[in-house]
T-cell receptor
Framework: GAGVSQSPSNKVTEKGKDVELRCDPI?????LYWYRQRLGQGLEFLIY????????KSGLPSDRFSAERTGESVSTLTIQRTQQEDSAVYLC?????????????FGPGTRLTVL | AQTVTQSQPEMSVQEAETVTLSCTYD???????LFWYKQPPSRQMILVIR??????QNATENRFSVNFQKAAKSFSLKISDSQLGDAAMYFC???????????????FGGGTRVLVKP
């Protein structure tokens, strides 16, 4: 596609429910990153995919968070048993594998609200 | 671990005037990349400007320029001739620039909100 897309744009859920957030990277971009942005704060790295493997999961805050990627395309971030502290905007970015220091192209994010 | 600090939570500027946003970072690397991103209310992260640490010349993009002081680990953004459309959150970010298993994840500062007065 022309840009990185994310769905849903907004998600409201109840505490304890599971949620799935989706990221569609730019076609051909093998590198994919998930970030979390809490209200009024900067972005925090969560996980990095190269193809469908995740060499760096160091930012996942707990075992309730997991992510997977199908081939070199769609990625899904799953949060189980959501807590109010999980409320944030979740952003995805993608880039070509051979690119260095480009920052990647960001999607518009998913705003998650846990009641 | 690398850290990025933006000490100004909010800056206000009159339309057509100049504002400078501060950013400091901590790293033991010698080659890396620094970025300024703009985030309007739409949440979209827009790359404003990029600096490669091995280049001494400060990057410039139209009305946006940086003052990169490598020894001081300082990377400020100057917005000249401010326009109403410049109002947004601005984030400074760092990429250690090393290819490999860690990819090129970004470390972000906490952000500075820029208000533009007409």
């Amino acid at each position: 596609g022309a840009g990185v897309s994310q769905s849903p744009s907004n998600k409201v859920t109840e505490k304890g429910k599971d949620v799935e957030l989706r990221c569609d990277p730019i076609s051909g971009h093998t590198a994919l990153y998930w970030y979390r942005q809490r209200l009024g704060q900067g972005l925090e790295f969560l996980i990095y995919f190269q193809g469908n493997s995740a060499p760096d999961k160091s930012g996942l805050p707990s075992d309730r968070f997991s992510a997977e990627r199908t081939g070199e395309s769609v990625s899904t971030l799953t949060i189980q048993r959501t807590q109010q502290e999980d409320s944030a905007v979740y952003l995805c970015a993608s880039s070509l594998a051979e690119e260095t220091g480009t920052g990647g192209i960001f999607g518009p994010g998913t705003r998650l609200t846990v009641l | 671990a690398q850290t990025v600090t933006q000490s100004q939570p909010e800056m206000s500027v009159q339309e057509a005037e100049t504002v400078t946003l501060s950013c400091t970072y901590d790293t033991s690397e010698s080659d890396y990349y620094l970025f300024w991103y703009k985030q309007p209310p739409s949440r979209q992260m827009i790359l404003v400007i990029r600096q490669e640490a091995y280049k001494q010349q400060n990057a410039t993009e139209n009305r946006f320029s940086v003052n990169f002081q490598k020894a001081a680990k300082s990377f400020s953004l100057k917005i000249s001739d401010s326009q109403l459309g410049d109002a947004a959150m601005y984030f400074c970010a760092y990429d250690w620039g090393v290819r490999g298993a860690a990819g090129n994840k970004l470390t972000f500062g906490g952000g500075t909100r820029v208000l533009v007065k007409p």
